[in-house]
């Protein structure tokens, strides 16, 4: 069953309050990283968005930090394919996701088979896949 109109809507903002929890969220940390370890580890401070905030959190090897950015690029894909109209299509097979497994994974690129064999395969932890 593809997804209805309503349910769509339903994860489109499960996703946009997740994203916005996750950014409050990441914003203190980095502030707080940023206070207490940065300026001994890094020197100058790069500001290029995303992407030097994720380095800088993996460089300082906190594991919460570096899930919370992987589950914020996974929403931020997530958002994406609902606005390229294929959000809900799993990635290997290009079935079906499901609803119920999208509300409780909204980032989910696979169906629940596919991701079984995805982390059999690569031996990926929960999560860092999205
Ligand atoms: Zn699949």
Not at 53 to 79: C, K, M, N, P, T
Not at 91 to 113: K, S, W, Y
Not at 119 to 128: A, V
Request: charged letters at 30%.
């Amino acid at each position: 069953m593809a997804l209805t109109e309503k349910q769509t809507q339903e994860l489109h903002s499960t996703i946009e309050r997740r994203r916005a929890a996750l950014l409050a969220e990441l914003r203190e940390d980095v502030e707080r990283v940023r206070t207490d370890r940065f300026e001994d580890l890094a020197g100058p401070a790069p500001d290029r968005g995303d992407e030097s905030v994720a380095s800088l959190i993996a460089d300082l090897g906190h594991a919460d930090l570096g899930r919370d950015v992987s589950e914020l690029r996974g929403l931020d894909a997530a958002r994406t394919r609902l606005a390229d109209g294929v959000y809900g299509i799993c990635a290997d097979c290009g079935g079906e996701i499901g609803f119920e497994r999208l509300r409780a994974t909204p980032a989910a690129v696979r169906c629940v088979e596919c991701q079984r064999v995805h982390e059999k395969t690569y031996g990926t932890t929960t999560g860092s896949s999205l």
